[in-house]
């Protein structure tokens, strides 16, 4: 180091350095250690209930966790959370019997539900229109068909209880794969001393979910440079784009078929739940003509003038919860009449 | 390299450790080793660029020693200023104005039924700070040639003040009397310094994060979609926008002056609280000051400034507004929002009380402001920012369409976030801003000046708590005044 301590000058700079560099570093902690104690008190961090790979090889949350669910950098959104036994967010156990009816909804974050009271779920609400049904909630945040399909599949005893099994259908995103694996990397990962520490250290747990520490992880991953880089060139226009989402909606009906081939599928107690504006007309053409049946929300959706998502998220909010449910709550209505139930 | 990016982040503790640490034994070694940081930030945005920086520091030296040796043959020296005004005008003429230039030509014969193709216009990209450091390669010559400055022989000096990065995209303007004699002593560690530094940096992030970046959406979605929204809105949008070019801007000169005092080098200030103004004279004398001090010297002065007939001060004032106006922008735009400027600086000028509050604040001696001083803020802030929609849209109809919304759609509506968003939490944070703001009033430079640690640090805490609370990264991080 140049700053060597030569002459009384260059002590007093030597001093003044030291004197900035620990006054600063002692000024950061005390900052963070504030920040750490008001993110607590007025909870603005959001929890996460841990998650596990159950002997069903099922991937689902760890049982028995209770706590809120925080949207948005100001609280906007503020929810309670309930795992049930079986590890799902729910306000009920799920213990189906042949005398009940129940109705099983399965699905992603969507489902899941995190977004709102577990007392007020969609679920709940379902069974507030219907009145004498229950509602299982097998959400969980990730889940795709695959997961949904193995999950009926491995819990085949509660199934055949079950009287009605509704998979929500995220078109875009739920056909990746036609076969299911456990993400044991996923969860590998969530349970690593890194994210202990991002979720036991609530300010981080509050920057991450409100995405300002994306810029560090696209360092770390060595993105933010990427980006630069790709700036400089010039844009190419993919001629195959047209080709390439022929081969994906070729790819996800594949998918489909294999997933129903492997898993099974009770085309008399299973629906699927999706919105037609995001899902590929040849899917619903081939659903049509081999007897899946779909409940399709779009124009539902479309009908209302109030929003149906959160602020700071895309999940469905009371009101869009409210429409799903009495749109499933219709379509069970309406399939008990014609069955004489 | 934005100062709001990760690159930043890593790139000023890692030059700041290196620069006192490893390279401050000698001052051509500082300097140096600014020069390749400075070339580095640029660079960072495109390096193709940094040939332009170059070639102004290269002619501007050599012109400066040419003017200094002819200083006495008046014909001679003013033949090099020409030199040093073609080149630097040049260049922002074809990086800045030439399209500008080429499609009123076009625009004009179509007036008279001629339709000409535009088949000259440039496809090039306005390289990024050329306006700001052309000018102050500018001043350079300009204090030779007037004799307020003799020139520097040491051109690794003159490369740092050129390229000083702190100051190099966006200001402040820095006369070469202020930073070149800076630059060209050896700065040592000052604690005082560099703790001022680190808070005017956390300040200026503040107003760049949490004021202007929250606003952003609602600005851009209210003049977007003008046409739609009834004169409450109208207002509300361009209100905004006048906390957001302020936040944005005066954020960012307050990162690069908090910045240049970490390593030791004092930039003049270039925003005195320009909201709390009480004549529109004063505003100039509090917002950008480094441009409106530049263009006093090297524009105003040389013309007669006030010395001259009460006509001819009044030509002068027009010229200087049109050319400032110009200079933010090559849109008649901007012209006309100069031209706003010079219309209602032309009264406090010829009621003589455009020097009245040079040198006080709103609320001297007072803790708060009397109510004809509440008066005339209000009246300068409706001003100015009647201005700004002129500023803010992309051209003289839209701008003219804005305004013919307010007049004939005047009603009252409430205004609904683009995102959702609660509008009170902006409501209550621009209030605080404003209330602060005020209490702070007195001095620009510090910020958190308060006695007690402990209500420093609850400040400090604060201010990042609000950039948590107001983050979005959806919002263009970007800063308005680079596109100058």
Redesign the interface.
Known sequence: MTMALTDPSSISNFNSMKKFLLKTVLYVFLILLLLETIVRVFHLYTEDPPRYIDEYLVEKRVPGHNGYAVTGNRNQNFSEFNINTTGFNSHREFVPTKEKFEIALIGDSFIEGFHQDYYDSTGKKIETILDTVEVYQYGYAGYDLANQMHLIKAYKEQFNLIDEIIIYLNYESDLERGVYEPNRERIAMLSSTVFKIRDNVKLLAYGSKVGILEPIKKLVTGQAFQNTTEAYENNTVDVDQSKAAQRKEQEYLENFKSLVNLYGYDKSKTTILLDSRKTKASFLAYCNENGFKYIDFAPTFESTTKPVTLIYDWHWNNHGRELIAKVIADYIKGKKAQNGK | MLFN???FL?FLPLVFFLY??????KTLVQNLFLIFASYLFYG?W?WRFLALIFLSTLVDFFVGQKIYQNIDIRKKARYWLWVSMAFNIGMLGFFKYCNFFLDSFIDFFQLFGYQMKSTWTLRIILPVGISFYTFQTMSYSFDIYYKKLKPTNNFVAFMAFVSFFPQLVAGPIERASNLLSQIGKGR????PQ??AG?KLILWGFFKKLVIADSIAPIVDDVFANYHTYSASTLILGVCLFSFQVYGDFSGYSDIAIGTAKLFGIELKSNFRFPSFSRNVAEYWQRWHVSLSTWFRHYLYIPMGGSRVSKLKSVRNIIVIFLVSGFWHGANWTFIFWGGLHALFYIPVFLMGRNRMYAHNVIGENRLFPTPIEVLQVLLTFTLVTFSRIFFRSPSLTDSFQYINGIVTNFAYEPYVHP????MS?FYVLLGLFVFYEYLIRKDERSPFKFKSKMVR??L??IV??AM??????GVNRSFIYFQF
């Open positions: 990016s990760i690159e890593l006192w640490f490893f390279f401050n034994k960072w495109d040592t560690f000052s604690y560099a703790s680190l995102m959702g968003y609660r939490d640090i609850l400090y805490t990042v708590l948590l609370l107001f983050y979005d990264d």
